[in-house]
């Protein structure tokens, strides 16, 4: 779970069932960090209400703040939970993305060394 996570609502109410799935579906993602990222790692969410054209809006915003980056997705849809659940899943993509160019790939050249060791003989 993420250490230090905000939950702030603009323009609308913020209940208990509404913050516990935010932290279950957003606070769980830290499992896709390395260890580093994960410690230092500090989340905002801005959920916004509006009416645009007769149309009600939940808007849910993600900021991550990780060491050597800055992650922001954001999503709008009718229901809250359901801009929750498409930003997780935005949020899991850019995890893996920041992943992959951030790796230091100290373990690969490792494992290739081994194998090569074990090849010469």
Request: a positive charge; aromatic letters at 6%.
């Amino acid at each position: 779970m993420l250490q230090k996570f905000e939950v702030q609502g603009v323009n609308t109410q913020i209940d208990d069932n509404l913050r516990k799935y935010i932290n279950k579906k957003i606070g769980g993602l830290d499992k896709y960090l390395s260890r580093h990222s994960r410690e230092s790692a500090h989340g905002e969410v801005l959920l916004k209400e509006s009416n645009a054209r007769g149309k009600a809006q939940r808007t849910c915003e993600v900021i991550i703040h990780l060491p050597q980056e800055t992650i922001v997705v954001k999503e709008s849809a009718q229901n809250m939970f359901a801009a929750v659940d498409i930003v997780e899943v935005k949020l899991k993509q850019q995890f893996q993305k920041y992943k992959q160019m951030h790796h230091s790939g100290k373990a690969q050249r490792q494992l290739f060394a081994r194998l090569r060791r074990k090849a010469a003989f």
